[in-house]
């Protein structure tokens, strides 16, 4: 039972975070990413993540789109303008 509530409210944080990265992709035209880091979810855009790179939280290999897109739980399209 114990189990159970903690996936469900592990569920309801992700997808509050998915709609967050929506609306935020949405208002800025910037691909955001929603990763955990340190056990939370967060949801950020590109210039954040560098920033955590330089700062050493965030591993050095993320610097690849590739890698980091794995690493994602969920990450928005790109808009072209």
Do not use: S, W
Request: aromatic share 8%; with cysteine.
């Amino acid at each position: 039972m114990i189990e159970l509530c903690k996936r469900l409210i592990r569920y309801l944080l992700v997808r509050n975070a998915i709609r967050h990265a929506d609306r935020m992709q949405k208002l800025t035209g910037k691909r955001h990413y929603v990763i955990q880091v340190f056990g939370k979810i967060r949801v950020y855009d590109r210039f954040r993540i560098n920033l955590l790179i330089a700062q050493g939280v965030l591993h050095p290999r993320l610097k690849d789109n590739i890698e980091l897109t794995k690493v994602c739980l969920y990450y928005t399209n790109h808009i072209k303008k």
